[in-house]
């Protein structure tokens, strides 16, 4: 062993990483292995070409640090990584990567862990990955979320600012989420609002699904750069798209077949879930063909509403959940921007029938100019 | 003494867009609201019930759209009677003071109607409301389009509205300003119809012919 864990080389901090190795350690054939990377290249919408790349860039991948930031969040995230029941390729991709500090996972505690993080920062700048899960509270100087005695947003600037890239991991991290909606007591936002140097790429979702995270990571292995992004700094292969395009009830939108109440006809029958307030129409994730839990399932497909969680601010835009349109501010909660209209034709009508009325019983009126009689048509006159 | 003359004052495209307009607001309202509200028309997934009526809503929009730039150009180039300028008639004081005199009609405070070829002063102001709202309509309509296609042509275009509103604003906005042109509606054509009487100038049919009866002095 060397004079630190990451080998003799005191320059690099990064190391080789038999990558077969680990597979057949785990027990992983090498036909899982491609299976994997077909997967990826998939994802990444990659052409095929890029199957046997990905998997030799794989292979002899330097292990790049990782640190893995949480501050305001439910540790759902933390939870959609390591929710794998057995160990998959994608779990290894993620060895890969030396974790050197995670709040939730790692073994050191205390200032040990600090530390730790300390380290990273000082030796690998502008080499190594941060992850945040999670808003950064910004009111009152921060003073809503600490860690190790000092605030989220001045941790998040020193460990972001000198990351290589910061990938915020859900709703929360990228654009502040549940902890940001109104009335926001904390001032939480995501981090590229709290760190606006760093270079931040956004992996919204409540949670996150992991497998946009782990093809988020071979992208970087493969190519050594981050993934195109949208205006919302998502990367377009997994948000390029939106939910109702690609939804599998989407014949049913189409051809008219609504669920109209929960648990009628047309819910067991799985169609549409537009009147029961999918924000599928507005939404930008490849929930329906990536899926959450190893592919199995996803929300509309297991027949609720898409809650529109992986785009800015949901938790005040995307509500009620269970209505198509948001409510009208100013009006009861029952009020529909339709039902305001109706009201508002109904009253004009009333309005200027009563007018009508009017104008009918009130005595003749003299125009200006002079009376009809006098008048002639132009024409007769020429 | 006065004579009565007939006069041609609207001239071909504002008589076309506005009948076009006409047709076309009343379909798109009765394919917006069913977009709102779908009713379960499909007996099958093979159906196409709201596809349709999606479609219609996009051909009426496009028309609807261009039928505004239309008009937008011959405000620049036709008769004075219909020219941007006679939607602003607060600039000038000739039509400030015909726009009072209107409101005094209007609210039963006088009985003598003011002397009009065009547009009647306070009408004028109000269609430029109107083509407000018709462009509040296309922005948020076309914004709200724009996202079947990121970084497409409309979504570049649009795209921005949905980043300054969210979606979920847009299309509360959206149906915000079919009312307030519904409104409108039921109050215009309720105007249209009392001048149509009290001026006695036919300014219905002018609307199909473009010919208005005037009292010259
Ligand atoms: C007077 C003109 C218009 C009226 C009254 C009207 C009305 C409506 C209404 C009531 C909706 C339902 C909104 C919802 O609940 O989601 C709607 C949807 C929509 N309208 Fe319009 N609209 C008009 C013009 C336009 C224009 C100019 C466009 C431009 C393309 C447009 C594009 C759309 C789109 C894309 C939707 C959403 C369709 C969907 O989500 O499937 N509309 N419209
Ligand atoms: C969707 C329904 C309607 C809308 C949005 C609408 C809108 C408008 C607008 C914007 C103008 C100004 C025209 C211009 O300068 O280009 C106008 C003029 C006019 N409209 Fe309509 N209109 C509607 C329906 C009707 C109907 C049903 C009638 C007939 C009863 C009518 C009769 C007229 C007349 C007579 C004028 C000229 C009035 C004047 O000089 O002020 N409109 N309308
Ligand atoms: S269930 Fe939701 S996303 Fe799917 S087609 Fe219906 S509205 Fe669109």
Known sequence: MGNNEYGDDPVSAEQYFSFSQQLAERGVSRRDFMKFCSAMSAALALPVTFVPKIAQALDEVKRPTLVWLEYQSCTGDTEALLRAASPTVAEIVLDILSVDYAETIMTAAGHLAEANLDKVVKEEKGKYIAVVEGAIPLKDGGIYCCVGGRTAVDRATEVCGGAFATIAVGTCASFGGIPAAAPNPTG??????????????????????????????????????????????????????????????????????????????????????????????????????????????????????????????????????????????????????????????????????????????????????????????????? | MSKLVIKYVWEIPVRVTHWLNVVVILTLTATGLFIAHPLSLGDSPSDFAMGWVRFIHFVAAYVFAIGLAVRAYWSLVGNKYSSWRTFFPYLNPDDRQRMWATLRYYTFIDRRLPHVVGHNAVAAAAYFLVFLLYLGMIFTGFALYSEHAPGGFYAQTFGWLTHLFSNQTLRLLHHGFMWLILGFVIQHVYSCWLMDIKERGGIISSMFSGYKSIEEE
């Not at chain 1, 039902?339 to 009918?360: Q, R, W």
């Open chain 1, 188 to 382: 939480a936002v995501g981090v590229k609002e709290a760190v606006p140097g760093a270079t931040v790429l956004n992996l919204p979702g409540c949670p996150l699904n992991a497998d946009n995270l782990t093809a988020t990571i071979v992208h970087f292995l493969l190519f050594k750069k981050l993934p195109a992004t949208d205006s919302f700094g998502r990367p377009l292969f997994a948000y390029g798209k939106r939910i109702h395009d690609n939804c599998e009830r989407r014949p049913h939108f189409d051809a008219g077949q609504y669920v109209e109440k929960w648990g009628d006809e047309g819910h067991r029958k799985g169609f549409c879930l537009y009147h029961m307030g999918c924000k599928g129409p507005e939404t930008y994730h490849n929930c329906p063909t990536q899926r959450y839990n190893e592919k199995t399932g996803w929300p509309v497909g297991s027949g609720h509403g898409c809650a529109g969680c992986s785009e800015p601010m949901f938790w005040d835009r995307m509500t009620p959940l269970y209505r198509r349109l948001p409510t009208v501010p100013g009006f009861g909660i029952e009020a529909t921007a339709d039902k305001i209209g109706l009201g508002l034709a109904v009253g004009t009508a009333a309005i200027f029938a009563g007018h009508g009325v009017i104008s009918a019983i009130r005595g003749e009126e003299k125009m200006e100019g002079k009376k009809r009689e006098d008048l002639i048509h132009d024409k007769d006159r020429r």
